[in-house]
């Protein structure tokens, strides 16, 4: 294996992974797509539709305020475990909201939380914080 590996070195091969190109218009588009998943979540956020007894999520939390994403993942008493925040989310949709729980990749999944980081831009990470 030693010999392999100096041999596709010596060959010119390297270790060294190349990154992607991309362009300023990229960025833009990434960006674009971001705010619109982002804005598809606040729907979602301040409407009674992701749970069956016209609970919305911004009754409790407005503006997402006290989800605090940037402490995830952490220990959540709720369901004694460390969990990630789409576990906590779906929690909220099954108890407060008393509605059916969503998959970690489903796109309303994904929206929240969009949703929910873009109103804490710019607060530190601290996994694990309580």
Not at 7 to 12: F, H, N, W
Not at 27 to 46: D, K, M, P, T
Not at 49 to 77: I, M, R, S, W
Not at 93 to 108: F, Q, S
């Amino acid at each position: 294996m030693k010999k392999l590996f100096l041999l596709l070195l010596g060959c010119g091969f390297s270790t060294i992974a190349i990154t992607d190109e991309f362009t300023q218009q990229d960025v833009n588009r990434w960006q674009a797509q971001f705010e619109q998943v982002a804005s598809e979540g606040r729907a979602l956020w301040i409407s009674a539709d992701l749970g069956k007894n016209g609970v919305a999520c911004a009754q409790c939390h407005p503006n997402a305020a006290d989800t605090h994403p940037e402490t995830y993942p952490k220990f959540q008493k709720q369901l004694g475990r460390v969990v990630q925040i789409w576990e906590m989310i779906n929690w909220c949709i099954r108890n407060p909201l008393e509605g059916n729980v969503l998959a970690a990749d489903d796109p309303d999944m994904i929206a929240l939380q969009a949703y929910i980081y873009k109103e804490r831009r710019g607060v530190a990470l601290e996994p694990g914080k309580h």
